[in-house]
Antibody
Framework: EVQLVESGGGLVEPGRSLRLSCTAS????????MSWFRQTPGKGLEWVGV??????????EYAASVKGRFTLSRDDSKSIAYLQMNSLETEDTAVYYC??????????WGQGTLVTVSS | DIQMTQSPSSLSASVGDRVTITCRAS??????LNWYQQKPGKAPKVLIY???TVQSGVPTRFSGSGSGTDFTLTISSLQPEDFATYYC?????????FGQGTKLEVK
């Protein structure tokens, strides 16, 4: 079964850092681009970034709202994708999801991990 | 960025009803449009991709149509498990934006 499991969420103070992990099983992570999304009641679903597979150069793109603060990486040997979040702001509070990019759709998604940025 | 606008924002319907949700893009996205279903406390699940291709395992009562800027998701005969929130997403270009969602509720 293809599955993604996020971990690493929690409560963090503004300005601090947090790293999320996305552990893949049931498929070869290295064959796919991996994307991150976040969801809040107010702003809905928002794409955060994508890291492509080595075959496509491992290129990375970020949403404007997180560029310069968030970093995507991957360790294909461990089947884990990472989202490093620095200089966190209260507006970054959300449920964060990772998802596998299959052609032009995202499937499956992990169960999500809640990040709360608050003092 | 491409703006995606869904209507309605909420919809009340009964089991057995035929339901249609629309999604409009702020510019042409060809047929690069996905539909997702999300239930409370769960992650989104893709139903339709490339505007009209039904994802494997998704019941055939779900269908999609459209191209350019206007798209629709149709549920031919609502089942109890279909009451959820539905999102469209453009897959034409990053930042791959979503519609605001349509909450389908029991009448």
């Amino acid at each position: 079964e293809v599955q993604l499991v996020e971990s690493g969420g929690g409560l963090v103070e503004p300005g601090r850092s947090l790293r999320l992990s996305c552990t893949a099983s049931g498929f070869t992570l290295g064959d796919y681009a991996m994307s991150w999304f976040r969801q809040t009641p107010g702003k809905g679903l928002e794409w955060v970034g994508v890291i492509r597979s080595r075959v496509y150069g491992g290129t990375i793109e970020y949403a404007a709202s997180v560029k310069g603060r968030f970093t995507l990486s991957r360790d294909d040997s461990k089947s884990i994708a990472y989202l490093q979040m620095n200089s966190l702001e209260t507006e970054d509070t959300a449920v964060y999801y990772c998802s596998r990019a299959v052609a032009r759709r995202f499937d499956p998604w992990g169960q999500g991990t809640l990040v709360t940025v608050s003092s | 960025d491409i703006q995606m606008t869904q209507s309605p924002s909420s919809l009340s319907a009964s089991v057995g009803d035929r339901v249609t949700i629309t999604c409009r893009a702020s510019q042409s996205i060809s047929r690069y449009l996905n539909w997702y279903q999300q239930k409370p406390g769960k992650a989104p699940k893709v139903l339709i991709y490339d505007a009209s291709t039904v994802q494997s395992g998704v019941p055939t009562r779900f269908s999609g149509s459209g191209s350019g800027t206007d798209f629709t998701l149709t549920i031919s005969s609502l089942q109890p498990e279909d009451f959820a929130t539905y999102y469209c997403q453009e897959s034409y270009t990053s930042p791959w934006t979503f519609g605001q969602g349509t909450k389908l509720e029991v009448k």
